[in-house]
């Protein structure tokens, strides 16, 4: 018997119609992966199933019960636990404090148990393997990846019988991504449900057993996952066909150097680095997490300090803030890691989010224009499809890949051709990923350099025209044509010895 | 139409609040809306509105300033004592106190946004020293009595109209064109929405945190001075009132105290509401102590029932996850 049936689920927000008519089902100790594109209606079918937010029609059977949770606690009760797509952790507190937020272990006298508290956080941690996390740390010092590990403990620390992934290998560098996989595995063979919601069709493939998919808020097809090409899923997803993620790699750069750094360091973690960019050229920045990578995007947008040289376009530059390294033509723009605490300002409009680090383009005689800044606006949003009701509508409600979209955007407006572009894909469904990178070869064609750092590695070995490979703060070594493979990233990664 | 209202959902409450307290007080003491009267409740709510100016800014880029009681008072102390009475000396006085008010401001804004110092504690250290420089400078004695031009602006009219509303107006003005018409308006949002992310956006972050403290350091000492026209003389603790009124104006009129939204045609009816309330209270015949509490508890109230959380219990708030 199904272990969850769900029939004519429908969900709006004001006029925007999240689902409608969706329906699902799924069985316990099945892996069932949940597709569809960025807006389809994915997060808040999991966000219905696990209490976080109510349906407005349809019904859910769990255990051919009528299930409503009013709440995630409700939901909890009935063994439903998810880990959300946008972490709903506490800065402020620790990590095991984080896992056991609200569910704490009581002493006799009801105070925490904090002895207790660290057993139970060890053995779970040591049960499902988890990569090595420091239960006393400070949620705020986390990396985005470790915080999301730590998110993930969460769900498992209430022993779900159904746990929902909303895209968590999204944040994760391969190795870690790796690890999640095979514990999904793992707690599909102990008899759990897990609903797995990933835009990495690799991944998808690797674990799941079946698969349904969504667009535009219904329900699409349901398949078995051993019985459907790659294919067929990308185009019921999209609703059109797909030739190719990757776009071809013609080479369009030119010997002029954009951006060349020498001998740059910043805190502790980032040590002597040189490279350069030249005009037209897309150059990949890899390594294992932790090497580096968000540090030297950082500190060349000017949010970390460093030191050591930089040269724009050929004149030295110091930038002391982003504010300076996004001024004018030869700037630098970022898109940064944190999408909620860095890029986007979520309790505010699609429009003011897009046009926030250009406002000024807008006024004349000190007073704002708002019909340039809609056109604006408008053209940016039919440029990059995203699917908000209007620009009005608050970014905060917007979909995971179309905040991202957003962001990209917002990106694009400034006037830098110097792009340092770290994950601009996550969260984003393969149709969109394929425009992105087509957009990046387009823009590197116009003479843009693009500096790019991505935590899922084909990305890398498919759109960079050389890879510089991060370890221990340097540069361990400069992958060109034939030898750009992620099996040679990754010995580059680890091999001391590769050092070019 | 509609979307205006959603969006501005707090201000056009705060107004509709203005207009059920007015006709209410009406009927507790009717000549409450006699044309008199409703001119001397406009100039007195013009002080609160003009000091809370300021403060809109400063709350609204998530900060607050706890010093306007004595940047208030020393520039009504120390225009009483230069000018000594006299309207000609206020050709230099009143720009000299103005840019006093503004420096004030700059140092508050400095040391909240470059030295990183928590803006409550920072604001509260100048209020102070400013307070124990007044008493060094005076003595205690009483000021000379306030120029007449002073007094004009405060207590004249032109035509039918107070001046100082029409000051008020002009500043009204100014401000709505600042906050929704000037990429300052935007920045000021973004910080406080987000430091991090208006900073990783380019907002020129210290910059927008100093001037909306310079901004409430001129609005305070702007009605400083037109206050000692009103009272006809400066004194030593007329700013005090003007702290929680500022902040209670700010958010009557919907703001968050956590910065990031708001709007100074808010803090208007804000002010109003206030100021209202003062003639409410006396006509129910209370004694001055249980004035005060119930002062205090009704604007608990209506800033309970404007905020973000209390319109959270009715509308149920839509706040996504994921
Ligand atoms: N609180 C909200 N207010 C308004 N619209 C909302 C809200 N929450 C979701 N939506 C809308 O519902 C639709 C579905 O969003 P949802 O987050 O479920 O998409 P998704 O399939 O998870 O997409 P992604 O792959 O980008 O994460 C989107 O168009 C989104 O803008
Ligand atoms: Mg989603």
Request: hydrophobic residues 50%; charged residues 15%.
């Amino acid at each position: 018997m199904d272990l969850v049936t769900v029939n004519g689920l429908s969900k709006r927000y004001g006029g925007i119609v999240a689902l409608s008519e969706a329906t699902f089902s799924a069985r316990a100790g099945e892996v069932h992966a949940l597709l569809g594109e960025n807006g389809a209606g994915k997060s808040t079918f999991i966000q219905i199933l696990s209490g976080a937010v109510q349906h407005d029609g349809g019904s859910i059977l769990v255990d051919g019960q009528d299930y409503r949770p009013a709440n995630p606690d409700a939901a909890q009760v009935r063994g439903i636990a998810a880990v959300f797509q946008e972490l709903s952790l506490i800065p402020d507190l620790s990590v095991e404090q984080n896992i056991w937020f609200r569910h704490e272990p009581r002493t006799l006298l009801r105070t925490v148990n904090r002895a207790e508290m660290r057993r139970k956080t060890l053995a779970l941690l040591e049960k499902y393997n988890f990569p090595v996390l420091r239960p006393d740390q400070e949620l705020r010092r986390l990396t985005l990846a470790e915080r999301q590990i730590v998110e993930i403990a969460k769900g498992l620390a209430k022993d779900p019988r159904i746990l929902i992934l909303d895209e968590a290998t999204s944040a994760l560098p391969a190795r870690e991504a790796e690890w999640l996989l095979k514990l999904t595995r793992q707690l599909a063979a102990e008899g759990r449900l897990v609903i797995f919601i990933s835009h990495r069709m690799a991944e998808v493939r690797a674990i799941a057993d079946r698969l349904t998919i969504f667009r535009n808020g219904s329900t699409i097809a349901v398949h078995e996952a051993n019985a459907v090409s790659d294919n067929e899923i990308v185009t019921q997803m999209i609703g059109r066909h797909l030739d190719r993620l990757y776009p071809e790699r013609i080479a369009t750069a030119t010997d002029r150097i954009a951006l060349s750094v020498k001998n740059f360091s910043s805190g502790s973690r980032l040590s002597g680095v040189d490279f350069a960019l030249r005009e037209g050229e897309v150059l990949g920045v890899g390594g294992l997490q932790g090497h580096g990578q968000r540090e030297l995007f950082q500190a060349l947008f000017g949010a970390s300090k460093a030191s050591g040289t930089i040269e724009l376009w050929g004149k030295p530059v110091s930038i002391a803030n982003p504010r300076q390294a996004l001024i004018g033509k030869d700037g630098i723009a970022l898109v940064p890691e944190d999408r909620r605490g860095q890029g986007l300002l979520l309790t505010k409009s699609v429009r003011e989010n897009l046009t926030l680090s250009v406002i000024r383009r807008f006024t004349e005689n000190g007073l704002l224009s708002r019909q340039k800044e809609a056109a604006l606006v408008k053209e940016m949003v039919d440029f990059l499809r995203i699917k908000a009701g209007t620009p009005e509508q608050l970014a905060g409600t917007l979909s995971g890949g179309n905040q991202q979209k957003v962001i990209f955007g917002k990106m694009l407006l400034t006037q830098a051709r110097v792009l340092l572009l770290y994950d601009p894909t996550r969260g984003v469904d393969v149709g969109t990923k394929g425009e992105i990178f087509q957009l990046m070869r387009d823009l590197a064609a116009k003479g843009y350099a693009i500096l790019f750092h991505s935590s899922d590695m084909p990305e890398l070995v498919h759109v960079a025209d050389r890879v510089l490979v991060m370890r221990n703060g340097g540069v361990a070594a400069t992958l060109e044509g034939d030898r750009i493979s992620e099996a040679g990233i990754l010995r580059a990664a680890m091999l001391e010895s590769e050092a070019a | 139409m509609s979307a205006f209202l959603a969006r501005n959902r707090l201000i056009v409450l705060a107004y509709a609040g203005m207009v059920v307290l007015l006709l209410v007080t009406a009927l507790f003491s009717p000549g409450f809306l006699s044309v008199s009267n409703m001119r001397s409740t406009v100039v007195l709510a013009a002080f609160v509105g003009i000091v809370a100016l300021g403060q809109t800014f400063v709350i609204i880029g998530g900060g607050i300033d706890l010093s306007v009681p004595w940047v208030l008072n020393s520039a009504a102390i120390v225009m009483a004592l230069l000018c000594g009475g006299q309207d000609l000396p206020l050709v230099w006085v009143m720009p000299l106190l103005l840019a006093g008010g503004a420096f004030i401001g700059l140092i508050n804004g400095v040391g909240v946004a470059q030295f990183g110092v928590p803006p409550i504690i920072m604001t509260l250290a100048t209020n102070v020293i400013l307070q124990g420089l007044i008493l060094v400078l005076t003595g205690g004695s009483p000021t000379p009595s306030a120029p007449a031009l002073i007094q004009y602006l405060s207590v004249g009219r032109i035509g039918a109209f107070p001046v100082i509303a029409l000051i008020w107006l002009a500043l009204t003005l100014v401000a709505t064109l600042l906050l929704s018409k000037a990429a300052f308006g935007r920045h000021l949002y973004a910080l406080g929405t987000s430091a991090t992310v208006a900073e990783f956006s380019g907002v020129p972050t210290a910059r927008t945190t100093i001037l909306t403290y310079v901004i409430s350091g001129l609005t305070a000492a702007f009605a400083g001075m037109l206050l000692t026209g009103y009272s006809g003389q400066a004194y030593l603790g007329m700013g005090d009132a003007y702290l929680f009124t500022s902040i209670a104006a700010v958010a009557i009129g919907g703001a968050s105290i956590l910065g990031g939204s708001g709007h100074y045609l808010g803090t208007v009816a804000g002010a109003m509401v206030l100021t209202i309330l003062t003639g409410l209270l006396p006509a129910l015949n209370l004694s001055s102590g249980a004035l005060l509490i119930v002062y205090g508890a009704v604007i608990l109230l209506t800033v309970s029932i404007g905020s973000e959380t209390f319109a959270g219990l009715g509308g149920k708030m839509r706040r996504k996850e994921s």
